[in-house]
Protein backbone atom coordinates (compact mmCIF):
# COMPACT_ATOMS: atom_id res chain seq x y z
CA UNK A 1 0.00 0.00 0.00
CA UNK A 2 2.91 2.38 1.05
CA UNK A 3 4.41 1.88 -2.57
CA UNK A 4 1.44 2.44 -4.29
CA UNK A 5 0.85 5.72 -2.31
CA UNK A 6 4.05 6.58 -3.05
CA UNK A 7 3.66 5.91 -6.68
CA UNK A 8 0.34 7.64 -6.95
CA UNK A 9 2.09 10.74 -5.24
CA UNK A 10 4.96 10.42 -7.59
CA UNK A 11 2.34 10.78 -10.42
CA UNK A 12 0.64 13.61 -9.38
CA UNK A 13 3.78 15.54 -8.64
CA UNK A 14 4.84 14.95 -12.41
CA UNK A 15 1.15 16.04 -13.70
CA UNK A 16 1.62 19.37 -11.69
CA UNK A 17 5.03 19.93 -12.71
CA UNK A 18 4.21 19.47 -16.56
CA UNK A 19 0.81 21.36 -15.47
CA UNK A 20 3.17 24.18 -13.81
CA UNK A 21 5.42 23.95 -16.85
CA UNK A 22 2.71 24.19 -19.59
CA UNK A 23 1.21 27.38 -18.00
CA UNK A 24 4.45 28.56 -17.22
CA UNK A 25 5.11 28.48 -20.75
CA UNK A 26 1.86 29.73 -21.75
CA UNK A 27 2.58 32.76 -19.38
CA UNK A 28 5.90 33.69 -20.72
CA UNK A 29 4.40 33.56 -24.17
CA UNK A 30 1.97 36.12 -23.50
CA UNK A 31 3.93 38.47 -21.53
CA UNK A 32 6.14 38.18 -24.49
CA UNK A 33 3.82 39.01 -26.82
CA UNK A 34 2.11 41.50 -24.46
CA UNK A 35 6.11 42.96 -24.48
CA UNK A 36 6.04 42.97 -28.57
CA UNK A 37 2.73 44.72 -28.90
CA UNK A 38 3.65 47.15 -26.29
CA UNK A 39 7.01 48.05 -27.84
CA UNK A 40 5.25 48.12 -31.44
CA UNK A 41 2.85 50.81 -30.08
CA UNK A 42 5.38 53.25 -29.14
CA UNK A 43 6.76 52.93 -32.55
CA UNK A 44 3.18 54.49 -33.51
CA UNK A 45 3.38 57.38 -31.08
CA UNK A 46 4.93 60.62 -31.51
CA UNK A 47 8.40 59.58 -32.00
CA UNK A 48 7.82 57.11 -34.63
CA UNK A 49 5.03 59.46 -36.02
CA UNK A 50 7.31 62.43 -36.41
CA UNK A 51 10.01 60.31 -38.07
CA UNK A 52 7.32 59.41 -40.46
CA UNK A 53 6.67 62.61 -41.11
CA UNK A 54 10.06 63.98 -41.72
CA UNK A 55 10.68 61.40 -43.88
CA UNK A 56 7.97 61.65 -46.35
CA UNK A 57 8.64 65.76 -46.60
CA UNK A 58 12.21 64.36 -47.35
CA UNK A 59 11.00 62.41 -50.17
CA UNK A 60 8.92 65.15 -51.34
CA UNK A 61 11.96 66.92 -51.32
CA UNK A 62 13.26 64.96 -53.98
CA UNK A 63 10.30 64.95 -55.83
CA UNK A 64 10.46 68.61 -56.29
CA UNK A 65 14.28 68.79 -57.57
CA UNK A 66 13.69 66.46 -59.99
CA UNK A 67 10.53 68.24 -61.18
CA UNK A 68 12.11 71.44 -61.54
CA UNK A 69 15.01 69.58 -63.89
CA UNK A 70 13.21 68.13 -65.50
CA UNK A 71 10.45 70.91 -66.43
CA UNK A 72 13.79 72.87 -67.65
CA UNK A 73 14.80 70.33 -69.79
CA UNK A 74 11.58 69.55 -71.15
CA UNK A 75 11.31 74.08 -72.17
CA UNK A 76 14.70 73.52 -73.92
CA UNK A 77 13.59 70.35 -75.92
CA UNK A 78 10.41 72.50 -77.16
CA UNK A 79 12.44 75.46 -77.87
CA UNK A 80 14.87 73.00 -79.80
CA UNK A 81 12.25 72.40 -82.41
CA UNK A 82 12.40 75.68 -83.89
CA UNK A 83 15.90 75.70 -84.35
CA UNK A 84 17.23 72.16 -85.55
CA UNK A 85 20.80 71.65 -86.31
CA UNK A 86 20.60 69.96 -89.43
CA UNK A 87 17.04 70.86 -90.69
CA UNK A 88 15.30 67.81 -89.31
CA UNK A 89 12.23 68.52 -87.62
CA UNK A 90 11.81 64.80 -86.21
CA UNK A 91 14.59 63.97 -84.02
CA UNK A 92 14.35 67.33 -81.15
CA UNK A 93 10.24 66.91 -81.68
CA UNK A 94 11.17 63.35 -80.71
CA UNK A 95 13.29 64.05 -77.79
CA UNK A 96 10.36 66.77 -77.20
CA UNK A 97 8.30 64.35 -76.42
CA UNK A 98 10.64 62.03 -74.47
CA UNK A 99 11.00 65.11 -72.47
CA UNK A 100 7.08 65.68 -71.67
CA UNK A 101 6.40 62.14 -70.90
CA UNK A 102 9.08 62.40 -67.79
CA UNK A 103 7.55 65.56 -66.76
CA UNK A 104 4.00 63.87 -66.91
CA UNK A 105 5.51 61.02 -64.63
CA UNK A 106 7.21 62.89 -62.31
CA UNK A 107 4.32 65.40 -62.34
CA UNK A 108 2.28 62.44 -60.87
CA UNK A 109 4.76 61.17 -58.78
CA UNK A 110 5.41 64.43 -56.98
CA UNK A 111 1.25 64.34 -56.30
CA UNK A 112 1.36 60.76 -55.08
CA UNK A 113 4.66 62.19 -52.56
CA UNK A 114 2.36 64.86 -51.57
CA UNK A 115 -0.66 63.08 -50.54
CA UNK A 116 1.29 60.70 -48.52
CA UNK A 117 3.18 63.45 -46.93
CA UNK A 118 -0.22 64.97 -45.79
CA UNK A 119 -1.73 62.30 -44.70
CA UNK A 120 1.36 61.07 -42.46
CA UNK A 121 2.02 65.02 -41.41
CA UNK A 122 -2.11 64.81 -39.75
CA UNK A 123 -1.39 61.56 -38.34
CA UNK A 124 1.74 62.68 -36.12
CA UNK A 125 -0.16 66.59 -35.65
CA UNK A 126 -2.89 64.31 -34.51
CA UNK A 127 -0.89 61.57 -31.81
CA UNK A 128 0.97 65.06 -30.41
CA UNK A 129 -2.13 66.68 -29.58
CA UNK A 130 -3.59 63.12 -28.35
CA UNK A 131 -0.57 62.57 -26.32
CA UNK A 132 -0.19 65.80 -25.03
CA UNK A 133 -3.34 65.16 -22.84
CA UNK A 134 -1.62 63.15 -20.66
CA UNK A 135 1.25 65.47 -19.98
CA UNK A 136 0.58 66.51 -16.26
CA UNK A 137 2.65 69.69 -15.59
CA UNK A 138 0.14 72.01 -17.14
CA UNK A 139 3.36 74.40 -18.08
CA UNK A 140 4.70 71.80 -20.18
CA UNK A 141 1.73 70.96 -22.02
CA UNK A 142 1.03 74.42 -22.91
CA UNK A 143 4.30 74.85 -24.32
CA UNK A 144 4.02 71.51 -26.15
CA UNK A 145 0.69 72.61 -27.17
CA UNK A 146 1.85 75.84 -28.47
CA UNK A 147 4.91 74.58 -30.18
CA UNK A 148 2.87 72.28 -32.01
CA UNK A 149 0.63 74.52 -33.19
CA UNK A 150 3.72 76.36 -34.92
CA UNK A 151 4.84 73.32 -36.74
CA UNK A 152 1.36 73.08 -37.85
CA UNK A 153 1.09 76.00 -39.29
CA UNK A 154 4.45 75.66 -41.11
CA UNK A 155 3.45 72.18 -42.54
CA UNK A 156 0.06 73.66 -43.38
CA UNK A 157 2.08 76.35 -45.56
CA UNK A 158 3.14 73.19 -47.65
CA UNK A 159 0.37 71.72 -47.96
CA UNK A 160 -1.36 75.35 -49.63
CA UNK A 161 2.23 76.19 -51.67
CA UNK A 162 1.75 72.17 -53.08
CA UNK A 163 -2.15 73.36 -53.89
CA UNK A 164 -0.83 76.29 -56.08
CA UNK A 165 1.70 74.26 -58.06
CA UNK A 166 -0.41 71.82 -59.42
CA UNK A 167 -3.12 74.71 -60.28
CA UNK A 168 -0.34 75.65 -62.40
CA UNK A 169 1.58 72.85 -63.04
CA UNK A 170 -1.41 70.44 -64.38
CA UNK A 171 -2.63 72.98 -67.22
CA UNK A 172 0.94 73.66 -68.20
CA UNK A 173 1.65 70.18 -68.83
CA UNK A 174 -2.23 70.14 -70.56
CA UNK A 175 -0.09 72.91 -73.01
CA UNK A 176 2.45 71.04 -73.73
CA UNK A 177 0.53 68.07 -74.27
CA UNK A 178 -1.74 69.72 -77.17
CA UNK A 179 1.28 71.46 -79.13
CA UNK A 180 2.69 67.85 -78.94
CA UNK A 181 -0.10 66.47 -80.87
CA UNK A 182 -0.27 69.78 -83.15
CA UNK A 183 2.92 69.51 -83.97
CA UNK A 184 2.85 65.67 -84.26
CA UNK A 185 -0.29 66.31 -87.16
CA UNK A 186 2.19 68.67 -88.87
CA UNK A 187 5.54 68.58 -88.10
CA UNK A 188 6.53 71.07 -90.63
CA UNK A 189 7.60 74.66 -90.92
CA UNK A 190 4.80 76.11 -91.74
CA UNK A 191 3.20 74.41 -88.48
CA UNK A 192 5.86 75.29 -86.38
CA UNK A 193 5.02 79.18 -87.46
CA UNK A 194 1.74 78.57 -86.67
CA UNK A 195 2.79 77.24 -82.81
CA UNK A 196 4.89 79.81 -81.99
CA UNK A 197 2.31 82.03 -80.02
CA UNK A 198 1.27 78.75 -77.90
CA UNK A 199 5.26 77.63 -77.52
CA UNK A 200 5.74 81.52 -76.08
CA UNK A 201 2.76 80.62 -73.26
CA UNK A 202 3.91 76.95 -72.59
CA UNK A 203 7.57 78.70 -71.88
CA UNK A 204 5.60 81.46 -69.79
CA UNK A 205 4.20 78.64 -67.90
CA UNK A 206 7.05 76.90 -67.16
CA UNK A 207 8.79 80.01 -65.11
CA UNK A 208 5.71 79.90 -63.37
CA UNK A 209 5.47 76.86 -62.43
CA UNK A 210 9.55 76.90 -61.59
CA UNK A 211 9.47 79.91 -59.60
CA UNK A 212 6.16 77.68 -57.20
CA UNK A 213 8.71 74.39 -57.72
CA UNK A 214 11.41 76.51 -56.06
CA UNK A 215 9.28 78.35 -53.49
CA UNK A 216 7.52 75.21 -52.84
CA UNK A 217 11.32 73.66 -51.93
CA UNK A 218 12.14 76.23 -49.61
CA UNK A 219 9.71 75.91 -47.94
CA UNK A 220 10.10 72.22 -46.89
CA UNK A 221 13.38 72.92 -46.45
CA UNK A 222 12.82 75.32 -43.53
CA UNK A 223 10.05 72.55 -42.10
CA UNK A 224 12.14 69.87 -42.63
CA UNK A 225 14.98 72.02 -40.42
CA UNK A 226 12.09 72.47 -37.92
CA UNK A 227 11.23 68.91 -37.43
CA UNK A 228 14.79 67.40 -37.52
CA UNK A 229 16.16 65.80 -34.28
CA UNK A 230 19.75 66.52 -35.60
CA UNK A 231 21.45 69.28 -32.73
CA UNK A 232 22.53 72.72 -34.49
CA UNK A 233 19.49 72.71 -37.17
Not at 39 to 59: E, F, H, Y
Not at 166 to 191: C, E, R, S, V, W
Request: hydrophobic letters at 35%.
Amino acid sequence: MKKMHNGAKKDIQEKETTTWNTVGFTALIIVFWGAQALLSGCATTGPGKKQKAVSSIGGFHKELSKNLDQTTETLAALNQIGQPGDGNLYKPYNNFVKQLTRTTDNYRSMNRHANAMATKGREYFSTWEQELSNVMNSELRAKGAERRAELSMAFNRITKLAQEVQMTYQPFIIDLTDIKTALGNDLTTQGMVSMKPYITRANEEGKIVMTKLQALADEVDRVTNALSSRVGL
